[in-house]
């Protein structure tokens, strides 16, 4: 009796027990499951595409509520095409194909899945659907196929300076024209070619700007490498000369080195530089004043007699380097006038103290120098300018001439005629005029020259008579 009693006490227990237990069991599965439709879904999401390439492989994916082992078909076809019609067979023409429903990892949504090769498909828009048996769920999605695109390699360029380079002194390197035609540049690598180990690829802009030492004199190649963003890389060299440092020799050449100068009348110099070592900076001196910082200063101009210093200063960045070169500027010649016996001539100044010429007139007799009317320089005869001066000496020399002939050439002589008989002379009548003889520097006048006469010789111009009579 014992024995039965507790056998059914422990039966009551179990059953109990039982009662508290399956309840708790029953409510977790239904919330794990609530979620997953016993027959039938509402929804098929197909998640984006985007752009793709000819070739590729596609794989389109697909949430839904649709039950786990569920049927699906899929349709892809270039718009605006409609679908074709289909059957759960899944015979269809072109990128179609059934797939099932899997459960999701968090067993809320399943998922879908299909594959495509795009080897076939031409460039262009495509339209997918997606739908379960009898359509009764459905879902569609886009995506474009664009034409097939070759990737160009990147363009690596990069300049140097100074060209040439010098031992012990840095080298720029600049990589920054590099240029990629289809993406961007992400890494830059340098190879100096003197040894030394390339430097570690980077993607950071200031690795496009390198410096490097060589210590020796020579010729390196230089190279760099890039690497765009879809991996591909290309090299570019270049070829660096390192020599020793060269000074620089200043000279030059002008011509000529002497000429007249004076007022209005300027001496040209012709300057030529010859300076070797590759100067960097030029300066140019006269007489210690600085006139030009050019190289290409070419000419020099003095209108002052003196002596000239023109000197050249080159510099580059090891050294300086001068030059000296004389110019004598002398005054302008002297001048003589024959007519006026006039002397024109201008005295040079002190040496190294230019300064404006001095005119010394000197003439025997003082004669004034006659000026042109229409010039600045004193007038030298028988010269264009002065012309007018020549016609006026000319003429009144040519009046002189005529007037001393007139004045001082003797008459022309005629024989003398018989004198008139002169009727005796009686008492009443004044006593005969004695003869005249008129003495003068162009001659003897004729009259009185009869011998019976007594002759009175009269020189006119002193005025002194002489009287010859007979004792």
């Not at 027959?39 to 999401?45: A, K, T, V």
């Not at 060589?214 to 490498?225: F, R």
């Not at 003196?306 to 070169?325: A, P």
Request: negative net charge; contains cysteine.
């Amino acid at each position: 009796m014992l024995g039965s009693r507790a056998a059914c006490r422990l039966l009551f227990i179990v059953f109990l027990l039982l009662l508290l237990i399956v309840p708790v069991f029953a409510n977790t599965f239904y919330r794990e499951n609530a979620s997953v439709p016993v027959l039938q879904g509402s929804y098929i999401q197909i998640d984006p595409v985007g752009t793709r390439q000819p070739g590729e492989k596609l794989t389109i994916t697909a949430t839904t509520d649709l039950p786990v082992g569920s049927p699906v078909l899929f349709e892809v076809l270039p718009t605006p095409v409609s679908p074709t019609s289909k059957n759960l067979a899944g015979e269809f023409s072109g990128a179609t194909g059934t797939v099932t429903v899997y459960s999701g990892q968090d067993r809320k949504q399943n998922l879908l899945s299909f594959d495509v090769d795009l080897s076939a498909f031409r460039p262009g828009n495509y339209h997918i659907l997606a739908s379960s048996a009898n359509n009764a769920v459905t879902g569609s999605g886009e995506f474009t196929v664009i034409s097939v695109i070759t990737r160009q390699p990147p363009l690596p360029v990069f300049t140097f300076s100074p060209s040439p380079a010098i031992v012990g002194r840095p080298v720029a390197f600049d990589g920054s024209g590099s240029a990629d035609p289809d993406g961007k540049i992400i890494t830059y690598q340098w190879d100096f070619g003197d040894g030394t180990p390339r430097t570690s690829p980077s993607g950071s802009p200031g690795d496009a700007h390198v410096s490097h030492t060589y210590p020796s004199a020579g010729k390196y190649t230089v190279g760099l490498k890039v690497m765009d963003n879809n991996e591909q890389s290309v090299w570019a060299y270049n070829e660096v000369s390192v020599g020793v440092p060269v000074l620089p020799v200043a000279d030059f050449s002008i011509s000529p080195v002497s000429g007249q100068a004076y007022e209005n009348h300027p001496f040209a110099v012709s300057i030529s530089d010859r300076s070797t070592g590759s100067p960097l900076t030029w300066a140019w001196y006269v007489d210690n004043t600085l006139v030009s910082q050019l190289w290409t200063y070419s000419q020099s101009i003095f209108t002052k007699p003196g002596n000239y210093t023109i000197k050249l200063v080159v510099t580059n960045d090891y050294g300086t380097s001068s030059k000296e070169r004389q110019v004598t500027v002398l005054p302008f010649q002297t001048v003589t006038n024959s007519v006026t016996r006039t002397t024109i001539s201008q005295t040079q100044t002190t040496t190294g103290t230019p300064s404006q010429p001095v005119t010394t007139v000197t003439s025997v007799p003082t004669t004034p120098v006659p000026q042109c009317l229409t010039c600045e320089s004193p007038c030298v005869f028988f010269t264009i300018p002065c012309l007018w001066i020549d016609s006026l000496i000319i003429l009144i020399l040519v009046i002189l001439v005529i007037w001393y002939i007139l004045r001082h050439w003797p008459p022309r002589r005629f024989p003398p005629s018989d004198p008139p008989e002169k009727p005796t002379p009686t008492g009443d009548e004044d006593p005969p005029v004695p003869g005249i003889t008129m003495v003068t520097r162009g001659g003897i006048s004729s009259r009185g020259l009869d011998a019976n006469n007594p002759d009175i010789h009269v020189d006119v111009e002193s005025g002194i008579q002489y009287h010859n009579r007979e004792e």
